[in-house]
């Protein structure tokens, strides 16, 4: 049973445009929600993370919007470079648990 | 800091073989994870250590096994390699105890390929 589902599976995006990537999740214990971002060859890297107590978290080019009563959450890049071609993944868990439950991951490809 | 370590890069063996992986995490991260990376799969955990007690474990049968030392360096081990255990091996270290959400720091992984 698959607790996070992320869409899509693909994307493609134009340089300077807007990257979306949606996550739902079915456990409502969970009160963790980082993404991960994957270069070719490399490790995934801890890009950004959320708790449920605000429904909006920005790093820079990176949003995290959350909306807790649909159990949703999503990652909007802003003005999408080259160089933020990666495999994103987003995740869940709960206070206490270290595992975190992964989504299948997301291939981005940002066309220059 | 040093980032998590993982060796070797590559790996191909043959089905029936058995394979070693190792893990060193980030000094003073003493949660180790372990995952396995496929195309159509994504991230499937695999088991975790922390002070060399296996704490958690995934759904993978019992051919895949690991430890922890006291320096909290990792090994897992795949017996009786199947062609379907062909992957990139991810290990991550965290904080673990104490620091609830801590975040996984990823080491580069292993490939594996077994013909």
């Known amino acids: 049973q698959q607790q996070v589902k992320q869409s899509p599976q693909s994307l493609i995006v134009q340089k300077g445009g807007i990257s979306i990537i949606n996550c739902a999740y079915e456990?409502?214990?969970?009160?963790?929600f980082p993404w991960y971002q994957q270069f070719p060859g490399k490790g995934p890297a801890l890009l950004i993370a959320?708790?449920?107590?605000?429904s909006e978290k920005k790093e820079g080019r990176f949003t995290i919007s959350f909306n807790k009563s649909a159990k949703q959450f999503s990652l909007h890049i802003m003005d999408s470079q080259p160089g933020d071609s990666a495999t994103y993944f987003c995740a869940a868990s709960i206070g206490g648990s270290y595992i975190p439950t992964f989504g299948r991951g997301t291939s981005l490809i940002v066309h220059p | 800091k040093a980032g998590v370590t993982q060796t070797p890069r590559y790996l191909i063996k043959t089905r029936g073989q058995q394979v070693t992986l190792s893990c060193s995490p980030i000094?003073?991260?003493?949660?180790v994870s372990w995952y396995q990376q496929t195309p159509g799969q994504g991230l499937q955990f695999l088991f975790e250590y922390f002070s060399e007690t296996q704490r958690n474990k995934g759904n993978f049968p019992g051919r895949f096994s690991g430890r922890q030392f006291s320096n909290s360096r990792s090994e897992m081990n795949v017996s009786t390699l199947e062609l379907g255990d062909s992957a990139l091996y991810l290990c991550?270290?965290?904080?673990?105890?104490?620091?609830?959400?801590?975040?996984?720091?990823f080491g580069n992984g292993t490939r594996l390929t077994v013909t």
């Open positions: 456990n409502t214990a969970f009160d963790y």
């Open positions: 991550a270290s965290s904080l673990g105890a104490g620091a609830n959400n801590s975040p996984l720091h």
């Open positions: 000094s003073g991260h003493r949660s």
């Open positions: 959320i708790r449920p107590d605000v």
